[in-house]
């Protein structure tokens, strides 16, 4: 029976790893998409962090933001939310504001 535990336990670890890395992807992809630079961005929200050897893989699987589908910002969030990156979310949030007070006419 342990055996089999161990098996379904691994099974779990790895299926969440496919689904941060997916989460991983979203934002890198994101982050094309309004041509920010994932990886900069992520060095803002962890400043204390080594580069994330799994960002760095990641960002390899963007595609040009021609070539991308449309990733809203509250998907994101959510994504982010989820998997709880509080920090990531809020640096996330400040690159939105940044970008809509960019755009606001007059500036």
Known sequence: MGSANKSIEERIVESYRQD???????????????????????????PDQMMNERLTRVIKLTVPKEEAGEITDQTLLGVLSLYGNDDLAMTVSEAIKQRDQNQQPGK
């Open 20 to 46: 941060e890395d997916m989460m991983i992807l979203v934002f890198a992809q994101w982050c094309i998409n309004h041509e920010l630079d994932p990886a900069e961005l992520y060095q803002r929200a962890y």
